[in-house]
């Protein structure tokens, strides 16, 4: 009898605890009701920068614009774990809660859906950056060992004509930008007007991954007959969006608050070096928000990810973005570049730049070899910076 009621207890607490199990889900509110803030006052919670572009490419500012409603994530927070991250475009909220909180979440007036997207605790992920090997690039009098970049972007006109990105604003979204408040041999920091961490509001975007810093240099680094990035000449927005720790849904909700941000700032270019693959019945919001961004007169760049036949990451497959592939320095598309897949054949992306054998300079202020198309993206989004410099 005591074995049993043994099994029993065990039983009962086995199934409190599998029906406590955290989830990470996304909830879909219903509107934006007594969100404290109206279209006709947008300087509310846009920058005069960003009013300004829309009013120039003749973009309504809308509901859509709008923040979230601060008593529907409240009510929320009230009965989740955490609140990971929201989004105003979307107009949803991203927490952490066990399948009770679920229920009890759906059932709130204002919530249209609950999304299930992973479980709360994570797989990590080992993830390094591909610095194969020293870089012995022959120097190139202007560019120094970045020429081949800068030949592969063909902004060798524009540079001749004195046009380095002068009035470009560039928001770079990725995992980290380590060791750049250290570099100020290579980066001019006053290029850089905003820095935020969507991963971790607390944390230190210097401290963190350089991936981004990789990156950063293809654009900004400014050391004639060394290192001459491709538009050294714009300010910088630099963002962290990715957690390069875990593989999770819920990391394209923290690069869709980033690109909010950078709207809110007023970029004129986005650049991402970042790729979402599919995850079954989610949706991939990282391709909603950048078509978002480019009606609202962004340019939004990106790689098309490393995936060779297996097909475009998110969010190169959204409209009216540009999606970079990579070419060696002979102008050859590299096999790992991902193909689109039109009428049944494998086509490359319209847009290239070198993305194999990539000089690029590190966290240490190191030049070092690296390759992928998170490195051919910097250098079209320059490129576009310089095409559009304003002196």
Not at 27 to 49: A, H, I, M
Request: charged fraction near 25%; charge should be positive.
């Amino acid at each position: 009898m005591s074995k049993l009621l043994i099994t029993l207890t065990l039983l009962i607490w086995s199934s409190i605890l599998l029906a406590q199990e955290g989830y990470v889900v996304r909830v879909w509110l219903t509107d934006k009701r007594e969100c404290g803030y109206s279209t006709d006052n947008p300087q509310e919670f846009l920058s005069d920068r960003s009013i300004a572009r829309h009013s120039r490419e003749q973009i309504e500012i809308s509901e859509q614009d709008l923040p979230i409603t601060q008593h529907y994530k409240q009510e929320v927070m009230n009965m989740a774990q955490r609140i990971v991250t929201y989004s105003n475009w979307l107009n949803t909220l991203v927490a952490e809660c066990d399948s009770n909180n679920i229920q009890q979440i759906k059932q709130l007036p204002f919530v249209k859906n609950v999304e299930v997207l992973s479980k709360a605790k994570v797989d990590s992920v080992d993830f390094k950056l591909n610095f194969y090997s020293a870089c012995n690039t022959k120097r190139h009098p202007l560019y120094g060992v970045s020429h081949p970049i800068a030949k592969s972007a063909k902004v060798a006109t524009y540079h001749k004509r004195g046009k380095r990105g002068e009035g470009v604003y560039i928001a770079v979204l990725d995992a980290g930008f380590g060791g750049v408040d250290t570099l100020s041999r290579w980066f001019d920091k006053d290029r850089i007007k905003f820095t935020c961490d969507v991963v971790n509001p607390q944390g230190n975007i210097y401290r963190e991954n350089e991936h981004g810093t990789a990156v950063l240099s293809i654009m900004l680094a400014n050391r004639e007959g060394e290192y001459m990035g491709i538009a050294p000449k714009s300010n910088y927005a630099l963002i962290r969006t990715e957690d390069i720790n875990i593989e999770a849904p819920h990391e394209e909700d923290m690069f869709v608050r980033g690109l909010e941000i950078a709207d809110s700032l007023g970029v004129d270019i986005v650049n991402v070096s970042l790729g979402y693959s599919d995850y079954a019945n989610i949706t991939s919001v990282s391709t909603l928000a950048s078509e978002i961004a480019t009606r609202k007169g962004i340019i939004v760049v990106t790689s098309c990810g490393n995936r060779g036949k297996e097909g475009f990451t998110h969010p190169a497959d959204a409209k009216g973005v540009i999606a970079v592939g990579g070419v060696d320095k002979r102008g050859r598309v590299t096999e790992f570049t991902s193909k689109e897949v039109v009428c049944g054949r494998y086509k490359a992306p319209k847009v290239c730049a070198l993305a194999s054998d990539v000089p690029v300079i590190t966290g240490n202020g190191k030049f070092m070899i690296t390759y992928g198309t998170s490195f051919a993206a910097p250098a079209i989004s320059g490129a576009v910076a310089t095409k559009k410099s304003r002196k």
